[in-house]
């Protein structure tokens, strides 16, 4: 059974930085963070596609401001995120994908874990 399990949100102020964590039970193709801001749609944030060469995608709002990284020998995808900004304020969900293109695509993700809330304020 495929689980995910996101810990590391919080309140900071903008300027701010936190890591967030997925632990999971089973690596796939596509392993990556979305997020859905109040009132709005779920939307890609960072991608790594694990098999066939470690790479990443990250949305155009990232800016080079996040980044995805994995252990897994823990088993373990990361979010680092620094310089927040109250845009940033969303429900943080871990995916997993076998999709051979799912990169930051939603709908293409069929394994999610329960989200951990990230809230900048100004």
């Known amino acids: 059974q495929v689980q995910l399990v996101e810990s590391g949100g919080g309140s900071v102020q903008a300027g701010g930085a936190l890591r967030l964590s997925c632990a999971y039970t089973?690596?796939?193709?596509?392993m990556g963070w979305f997020r859905q801001p109040p009132g709005k749609e779920r939307e890609g944030v960072a991608v790594?596609?694990?098999?066939?060469?470690?790479?990443?995608a990250y949305a155009d709002f990232v800016e080079g401001r996040f980044t995805v990284s994995q252990d897994n020998a823990k088993k373990t995808l990361y979010l680092q995120m620094n310089s927040l900004k109250p845009e940033d304020t969303a429900m943080y969900y871990c995916a997993s994908s076998n999709h051979p293109s799912a990169w930051l695509l939603v709908d293409r993700y069929l394994y999610w874990g329960q989200g951990t809330q990230v809230t900048v304020s100004s």
């Open positions: 089973t690596s796939m193709m596509f």
């Open positions: 790594l596609r694990v098999i066939g060469g470690s790479s990443t």
